[in-house]
């Protein structure tokens, strides 16, 4: 039975990654000259180098050349074996295809290179299925001739049931003889059979022992493992001998080695950061065809900061030709965007199916793109939200009921009580459409709007209590006065927004006064950033019993650095059932990793859960998921998980998107597949301004038949703003129109 093993790199001496396309031809080259002869020996030696003998690779200026050679001198065997040789190679592509097509003319010759690669296609299925057998009796005869590489190869092949059935044994068989033989690459390999019995005592140490013979014998795939196994954490760690084993293995050219160099010298993370080195091995790693390195070429072409990451110029015309490079070498990354830009038609010519095409290749990655695990499932899905058959059912109350609500609105709202569910701001939100003129309900709608249990829209309370903007009601004055300076109402309102709001703190509004606090601690608006003026508005709020004071005094507190007051306007705010304070709260305190503080933490988050909290309530079903800090209980976890979404918190409806899509069930919902249930739960979450959720949105509206062409591109800088990197490409591509 095949085994795929995780985590495994492409060897130098196997090119398990191919590209099945027909086979080009070679350019066409011009006549030969005696300097040509004396280059073309120089670099023959220099690849005989490489392959034989471990030596840094040519460039890849020496591998045009070599095929400008062969293209012109067909019956030369050495050269045309050297050459296919050299494709195996993952600095030269990995395309095993690329290597059996160009050995064809040599079909029977007794030459162990030609027998390596003619067998190792023909066992791959190149041939045709009756052939495949032959082919591993062709590798099994350069062996037997006495060729390292090939014993090397069919171990590989053995080992991963590639082009062969797996058989453990003949892999261990193989591997010995190849470094018998004088395969370096042998020491790794047999390292890597390791990982198929991990209950031997002495596994470990082997695994040790041979990737440091490989290494000391210069093989770059053992470099490369052993710099993994430095770097790892552990007992053993050594960063400093980790990083030089993996410089040795970019040296000689191992792309993935060198992509790492580069990413670690961009981000300064093991090596001081050099924008120079940066740029010089990434670009090393994406001209030997490693994907992630194109697509990083890719955004920094586009991007002038990132740009000047590698010390480089950005040349916006190159950008689509490195995504397209990526995309064919397998990036997932370069694989989704290029997709999404097919999809919407953003810079290239729409194209549906080439589009599907890469979005099923990103998502089936290892490491599935999150934008293509769920673009796949809603490609040309209906994107309108049905009609109801029928409108629904009036919400009739007594006064009586009315009242009721109210109460644990204002307990909520004005104690800290737990919020009202769902289904009691639905109530409220009828009885206001009833009762326009009740002033009381309206504010009280108004209020829960505000908060993030109710969507967290200052704007919609805004709007509601526009009637009634010639009222001197406090509340009032305190909810349209903070819009208006925020600019809801226009650039010229932001003034009479302030005069308003600071009448009703004069009014003895604590919550005015709260407002007010916070936007001169944060400078928001037309308020200049003033301290001193922050905490005069906080504690005056403090001795009116504000509901939120004693949050945003402990924010205030943190952000000045003050940590020992921070940590006590927190835990008062906590204690005081501030749901919002317990969820910090309860993060700040499971950051010591004590089983103490952990269940402390728990405690904390299933307060905030019951006070309404979504956060709370999404991170404490996280818990009871794991177990942890608390008892396993995934029918609860699934509830509070549930809640959470209902009360918009973003990661709960991504999470029951991808549950209804069947892309990621982490709860265990086990729903049956509903597109239309998982695309509402993904508007869900873009509303929450969830990134993947936006541009996932804007994708499939852009790739609708008639596409809207406003509000996608508005969702795609929103998502641009919160970080997500192909909103980010999507919008520089679009606003540049460039050419392709």
């Known amino acids: 039975m095949s085994v795929k093993i995780l985590g495994c790199v492409v060897l130098v001496c196997v090119a398990v990654a191919f590209n099945e396309s027909a086979y080009a031809d070679l350019p066409a080259g011009r ?332 998502a089936k990655q290892k490491e599935p793109i999150p934008e293509a695990r769920i673009l796949r499932k809603l490609i040309g899905f209906n994107l309108d939200t049905p009609e109801p058959t029928a409108l629904p059912a009036h919400i009739t109350q007594t006064p009586e009921a009315h009242q009721a609500d109210m109460k644990r609105f204002l307990a909520w709202l004005y104690q800290l009580q737990p919020a009202p569910d769902q289904q009691a701001l639905k109530r409220l939100e009828q009885w206001v459409t009833d009762h326009p003129d009740d002033l009381d309900a309206s504010v009280t709608l108004a209020s829960a709007y505000g908060y993030a249990e109710f969507g967290g829209s200052n704007a919609k309370g805004w709007a509601l209590l526009g009637r009634f903007r010639n009222s001197a009601d406090p509340r009032v004055l305190q909810i349209l006065g903070l819009a208006d300076a925020l600019g809801y109402s226009g650039q010229g ?70 940590q020992q007051k921070y940590m006590q306007y927190l835990r008062q705010a906590a204690e005081a059932g501030d749901s919002e304070e317990q969820w910090e709260l309860g993060i700040v305190v499971t950051k010591v990793q004590t089983p103490k503080t952990i269940a402390e933490g728990v405690e904390l988050f299933r307060k905030s859960a019951e006070g309404g909290w979504p956060s709370g309530q999404m991170l404490y079903a996280r818990c009871l998921q794991a177990g942890l800090g608390v008892a396993k209980d995934p029918a609860q976890a699934r509830m509070w998980c549930q809640r959470a979404a209902e009360n918009h918190d973003s990661e709960a409806a991504m999470t029951l998107a991808d549950a209804y899509l069947g892309t990621e069930d982490k709860f265990g919902f086990d729903f049956p597949p509903d597109r239309a249930a998982g695309l509402e739960s993904l508007k869900a979450a873009a509303r929450a301004e969830e990134p993947t959720a936006l541009t996932v949105l804007a994708v499939l509206y852009l790739s609708d038949s008639k596409p809207s062409q406003k509000y996608p591109f508005d969702w795609l800088k929103k998502s641009s703003a919160r970080g997500n990197l192909d909103a980010r490409i999507l919008c520089s591509l679009n606003d540049d129109k460039l050419p392709h």
């Open 493 to 562: 309102a932001r003034e009479d927004g302030v005069h308003m709001l600071e009448r009703s703190a004069e009014a003895g509004n604590a919550e005015a006064m709260t407002w007010l606090g916070y936007l001169y601690d944060k400078g928001k608006g037309p308020f200049p950033q003033d301290a001193q003026k922050a905490e005069e508005y906080y504690q005056k709020a403090l001795k009116l019993g504000g509901r939120h004071v004693l949050g945003r005094l402990a924010n205030h507190y943190k952000t000045i650095g003050d």
């Open 31 to 362: 006549a030969p000259t005696a300097d040509d002869a004396v280059i073309h020996q120089k670099d023959i030696e220099a690849f005989k180098a490489t392959l034989d003998r471990l030596y840094p690779s040519p460039s890849q200026e020496a591998l045009h050349r070599l095929e400008q050679w062969v293209s012109g001198h067909t019956n030369d065997l050495e050269s045309s074996a050297l050459l296919a040789r050299a494709y195996l190679l993952p600095q030269f592509g990995s395309d095993a295809h690329k290597a059996w097509s160009i050995l064809q003319p040599f079909r029977g010759s007794k030459d162990p290179a030609v027998l390596e690669v003619l067998g190792f296609g023909d066992a791959l299925g190149y041939s045709g299925p009756d052939e495949r057998k032959n082919g591993i009796e062709l590798i099994k005869e350069a062996a037997e001739q006495g060729n390292g590489p090939a014993a090397t190869l069919l171990g590989k092949m053995y080992m991963t049931g590639q082009g062969a059935s797996q058989d453990l044994i003949q892999a261990q068989k193989y591997f010995t003889l190849a470094v018998k033989l004088g395969d370096r690459r042998g020491y790794a390999c047999a390292a890597q059979l390791l990982h198929f019995f991990p209950d031997s005592p002495d596994n470990a140490a082997l695994y040790r022992k041979l990737l440091e013979t490989g290494a000391q014998a210069g093989d770059p795939s053992a470099e490369y493992e052993l710099a993994l196994a430095k770097l790892s954490p552990g007992p053993d760690r050594n960063v400093e001998e980790g990083m030089e084993w993996m410089k040795r293995s970019a040296e000689w050219g191992l792309p993935i080695a060198q992509y790492l160099i580069g990413t670690n010298y961009k981000a300064g993370i093991l090596l001081n950061k050099s924008p120079r080195e940066a740029g010089k091995w990434t670009r090393l790693a994406a001209e030997a065809h490693w994907g992630d390195a194109e697509f990083e070429m890719g955004v920094a072409n586009l991007d002038a900061k990132e740009a000047s990451s590698y010390m480089m110029e950005p040349h916006k015309d190159e950008a689509i030709p490195w995504f397209e490079r990526a995309a064919k070498d397998d990036s997932g990354d370069g694989q989704c965007l290029l997709g999404e830009m097919y999809l919407t038609g953003i810079v290239v010519k729409k194209d549906l199916s080439r589009g599907t095409v890469l979005i099923e290749a990103a």
